[in-house]
């Protein structure tokens, strides 16, 4: 079984920083596009950043130059670097991927979802 565990939220003041990160764990053969999105209550989910495996990263116009995106593959990590944190980035964040398994490497990527990890920006 795949699992996509986040960690590294919590409650930080205006203008600081957290590092979030995401380890994928299981019977992993491959794992393609990984994301961060997050979700307030009332809203959908949105993406904040993206990363493909190569590296190459996208991110949502509302975080750009505040947040990086990151991802160990060798380790199965990704990253998510928050500065200059804002009360209107108080959300829960999810680690999203696209992952084949070895019992299913030929067959098309699954997407995985983390559970989720509270990030609280107040002072």
């Known amino acids: 079984q795949v699992q996509l565990v986040e960690s590294g939220g919590g409650l930080v003041q205006p203008g600081g920083s957290l590092r979030l990160s995401c380890a994928a764990s299981?019977?992993?053969?491959?794992?393609?596009?990984m994301g961060w999105y997050r979700q307030v209550p009332g809203k959908e989910r949105e993406l904040v950043a993206g990363?493909?495996?190569?590296?190459?990263?996208n991110y949502a116009d509302s975080v750009k130059d505040r947040f990086t995106i990151s991802r160990d593959n060798a380790k199965k990590l990704m990253y998510l670097q928050m500065n200059s944190l804002k009360p209107e980035d108080t959300a829960v964040y999810y680690c999203?991927?696209?992952?084949?398994?070895?019992?299913?490497?030929?067959?098309?990527?699954?997407?995985?979802w983390g559970k989720g990890t509270l990030v609280t920006v107040s002072s």
């Open positions: 299981g019977n992993i053969f491959s794992i393609g596009d």
């Open positions: 990363i493909t495996r190569g590296g190459s990263a």
């Open positions: 999203n991927a696209q992952i084949r398994t070895y019992a299913d490497m030929l067959k098309k990527a699954v997407e995985y």
